[in-house]
């Protein structure tokens, strides 16, 4: 039973790294099932057997980008060598680095995103409360140390995390240069860490 579930896992990975490469060529509009079965050496009707839909696909390739960026995320949050100040910096930049070169490289995957939020927001959601919890941590773990000074810790994760959500737009990345946006990442956060230390 467990070789048919690895078996079928494996055969669901090879259809989202086709519909992915897909989808970054030629967007998701672009993209039919015929076009993503035929990249991965299979009928239409078979692909059917493990997606019904491309919309079921997209939203697969979707939650794969996100495993990746938590992933991404949680392994900055392990650091033993970051102070809170230097764990937030990282946290904001790194973030902004793994999705400007997703786009840069593969620009039509923005119809994959317009998609995920007018259909899928619940994703969004789940995704965003996830990442506000880490940036919490972070806000308590510089609490902890006097680093900070932070009352509210899930208010103010959220507030950080809406100060920076233009960094991690599509829309922005397709549409100003990446070392305009890299200058005004790092100048947001430094800001940002300068309000959170913790005044004598």
């Known amino acids: 039973m467990k070789t048919l579930e690895k078996t079928v896992d494996e055969i669901k990975n090879q259809i989202l790294d086709a ?6 060529q030629y967007g998701l509009g672009k993209t039919t099932m015929a076009e993503i079965a035929k990249d991965c050496d299979m009928s239409a009707g078979n692909l059917y057997r493990y997606y019904p839909n491309k919309a079921d696909i997209g939203a697969g390739c979707a939650m794969r980008c996100f495993n990746e960026m ?3 995320l949680r392994e900055i949050m392990k650091r033993p060598d970051l102070t809170a100040s230097e764990r937030l910096k990282t946290f904001v930049l790194e973030k902004f680095y793994h999705i400007h070169e997703q786009f840069s490289e593969q620009p039509k995957l923005y119809e994959l995103v317009m998609y995920i939020q007018q259909e899928k927001f619940d994703m969004i959601q789940t995704l965003m409360k996830g990442q506000q919890s880490l940036l919490a941590e972070i806000l308590a773990e510089g609490n902890r140390s006097g680093e900070f000074d932070v009352p509210d810790v899930l208010e103010t994760a959220s507030l950080i995390q809406s100060a920076v959500t233009v960094f991690n737009a599509p829309h922005f990345i397709n549409s100003y240069s990446f ?16 309000g959170l230390k913790k005044r004598n």
């Not at 519909?19 to 970054?24: E, L, N, S, V």
């Open 70 to 72: 938590e992933a991404l």
């Open 179 to 194: 070392d305009k946006l890299e200058k005004d990442a790092k100048g947001v956060v430094d800001l940002l860490v300068c």
């Open 19 to 24: 519909a992915f490469t897909r989808f970054g």
